[in-house]
């Protein structure tokens, strides 16, 4: 399947493209995730990328748009994809448009995961990410069996340097400001699923029933 998970920090994208790569194959692509290994490993993309991340701002358009012509091309992407974070403006779900277009492929839809606002808050605060795999827990309902340490592959655990309470609050207002209208985009294209719920597996029962997988 090919989709676009829209949906505030914390609403559940990741982990619902997570749930969604096991059904068919598709393979989920975050372009947080690409950024946080670009910064990690120090190339010219990390450091262009860097301050922005840090501060909760978006990273430019252009610099994301270099990335994903480059992703969607790849052989894994056959089977399926599961955009996770991208789009993330106007301007970039235009240029994803032409470039679906140019590739001769089309989208199944776009899930808009809608979770309220203190859930979210509750969420990112207490969020910790593997900085090797890119796995999520939560200190409170979903910490790693050692603290600190990844059960899936054994990195090192940890808050992201976004998830500071400041950091979080500047996400979320460029959410609403940035990537909340692309909901409408995407009404007006007749591609929006959107799923009022606060659990994963609620959200990938609505996304089976509307494409029909
Ligand atoms: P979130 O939990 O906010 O959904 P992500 O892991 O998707 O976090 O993204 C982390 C950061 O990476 C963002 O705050 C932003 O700085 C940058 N980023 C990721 N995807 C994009 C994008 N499509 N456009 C611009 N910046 C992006
Ligand atoms: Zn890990």
Known sequence: MKLILLGAPGAGKGTVAKLLTKLDGSVQISTGDILRGAVAAGTELGMKAKAAMEAG???SD???MGIMADRLKEDDCKP???LDGFPRTIPQAEALKVML???GEKLDCVVNIDVPRDVILDRLTTRRTCESCGEIYNVKSNPPKAEGVCDKCGGPVTQRA???EEAISN???VYNEKTAPLAGF????GMLLTVNATSSDAVIEAIK???GK
């Open 57 to 59: 701002d978006l990273v």
């Open 101 to 103: 277009t140019n590739m």
């Open 209 to 211: 029933a509307k494409i």
């Open 80 to 82: 399926g994809y599961l």
């Open 62 to 64: 252009d610099l994301i």
């Open 186 to 189: 995407y009404e007006k294209e």
């Open 162 to 164: 976004d998830e500071t």
């Open 171 to 173: 996400r979320l207002d």
